[in-house]
Nanobody
Framework: QVQLVESGGGLVQPGGSLRLSCAAS????????MGWYRQAPEKQRELVAV???????NYTNSVKGRFTISRDNAKNTVYLQMNSLKPEDTAVYYC????????????????WGQGTQVTVSS
């Protein structure tokens, strides 16, 4: 019913920047929140940043001041601008969205993107 398509990952040197994008499409009445999670090898998936429908944001401590999340509600798209990247930011980054399908369905559903690899290495 809903697809999340991510783009923007890749290989970057320490101190560099990348911008991730995630576009949601399909049966969408409203999007409660959109955000990014990441999973490094042999580690649990963790929240990176999230933005709710009124623009309130939350970041994990390790990325505060370096990463910025933003949304284009007209395009159902969320972005993650990542600056001053460090090797420890290397992970697969997953887009996440909490989506309500219709006015008749008050319970939102959680969707995940397929993941995009971010590698920070010299």
């Amino acid at each position: 019913q809903v697809q999340l398509v991510e783009s923007g990952g890749g290989l970057v040197q320490p101190g560099g920047s990348l911008r991730l994008s995630c576009a949601a499409s399909g049966s969408i009445f409203s999007i409660n929140a959109m955000g990014w999670y990441r999973q490094a090898p042999e580690k649990q998936r963790e929240l990176v940043a999230v933005m709710n429908s009124v623009g309130r944001t939350n970041y994990t401590n390790s990325v505060k001041g370096r990463f910025t999340i933003s949304r284009d509600n007209a395009k159902n798209t969320v972005y993650l601008q990542m600056n001053s990247l460090k090797p420890e930011d290397t992970a697969v980054y997953y887009c996440n969205a909490v989506i309500r399908h219709s006015l008749a369905e008050p319970t939102p559903q959680i969707y995940w993107g397929q993941g995009t690899q971010v590698t920070v290495s010299s």
